[in-house]
């Protein structure tokens, strides 16, 4: 699907802000409200709108620990790669995985309870035998910058 500069600019608008009124949408996508509701249509329908979630803020439910861990498997069949990611798929700690390119295989953001927590999941990851030969942590101390949308006007 090719997409225009009004394409883009619906992207980028729901990206930031999925709950924006469709008025809102379209004098930010410089279209009237019906054209700019069936592009946005469109872009769902073409799965290039995902979907639409809340940013929860969770430090106002519960204290927690982020964690980046970085991970090297011992093997590297596709075999292996399949059984490590099923495996951190279905662990609802891992909130992002990254398979990568360069000196180790994947980069995990990990949430966590606390540290504790954490080392069990890693305890639990070892046992389970999915193919780590080696892992390092690093502990998010301070949040910089975790920006919500996607910058698709550099797509453009």
Partial sequence: MKLDAIDLRILEAVSRDGRMTKLRLAEIAGLSPTPC????RKLEQAGIIAGYHARIEPRKIAPFTSVIMEV???NHRQADFERFERAVTARPEVAACWSVGG???YFLRVVARDIDAYQ???DELLAA???IERYFTYIVTRTVK???GFPVALLG
């Fill in 37 to 40: 509701w069936l592009r946005l």
């Fill in 72 to 74: 090297s498997l011992a």
């Fill in 103 to 105: 000196g180790v295989d």
């Fill in 120 to 122: 069990r999941l890693v």
């Fill in 129 to 131: 035998e999915i193919g």
């Fill in 146 to 148: 975790d920006e919500p």
